[in-house]
Each structure stands twice: as C-alpha cells, then as structure tokens.
C-alpha cells in the first residue's frame, strides 16, 4: 500500500505564492513519474504539472513561467512552486505517483488540498 499526502495549500491574494508539497509513503520500491492535478467546482480534474524520476518536466499552458515542479528522490516528495497566483488557479490540488511496490505497480493519488486565491 503507498500512501500519498498533500499539505501547503491555503487562502492567498491575487499575485502571492504557494508552495505544496507531497510525500509518498508505504511499501515502495520506486517511484516513476509524479505530478499535480487540480480540480475546480463543475470542472473535470486537469494536468498541472508533471515531472519523471529523472526530471524532466511537462506543464499545462495555464501555468507555465508561473508554477515550478520539483522532486526529492530519496525523500519520495514532489513539489509545487506557485507564484503569481490568479482566481482561476483555484481548485483542489491533488498529487499523483506511479510506480511500483512490494504489492506491484500502482498509481495512485492524494486526498487533495485546497487553494483558494481571492481578487
């Protein structure tokens, strides 16, 4: 079983910062790929920000030059860099990790954190 948890979302104005982060637990022999989703009301979940064990990074167009993705391979942590915050950033953030464990692959997810940035 791997665990994901999120913490460091919050209320925040227009144009401030952010910083999330995530860390994976339980039985895991590697972690691939980690990533960012997020969630607004009456919105389908959308791809923030991912980023592979090796470092490479991929964006949404939304986000880019604004959000930074990061990762700590020996801690099993990803991180979300966010600044220049808009109302439309807001959503629940959720982390999400594949790879596998003592029990097989896995891909799972994070119970999700709330930001709320405000006008």
């Known amino acids: 079983q791997v665990q994901l948890v999120e913490s460091g979302g919050g209320l925040v104005q227009a144009g401030g910062s952010l910083r999330l982060s995530c860390a994976a637990s339980g039985r895991i022999l590697r972690i691939n790929t980690m990533g960012w989703y997020r969630q607004a009301p009456g919105k389908q979940r959308e791809l923030v920000a991912t980023i592979t064990r090796g470092g490479l990074t991929n964006y949404a167009d939304s986000v880019k030059g604004r959000f930074t993705i990061s990762r700590d391979n020996a801690k099993n942590m990803v991180f979300l860099q966010m600044n220049n915050l808009k109302p439309e950033d807001t959503a629940v953030y959720y982390c999400?990790?594949?790879?596998?464990?003592?029990?097989?692959?896995?891909?799972?997810w994070g119970q999700g954190t709330q930001v709320t940035v405000s006008s």
């Open positions: 999400n990790a594949d790879g596998s464990s003592w029990s097989g692959t896995y891909n799972g």
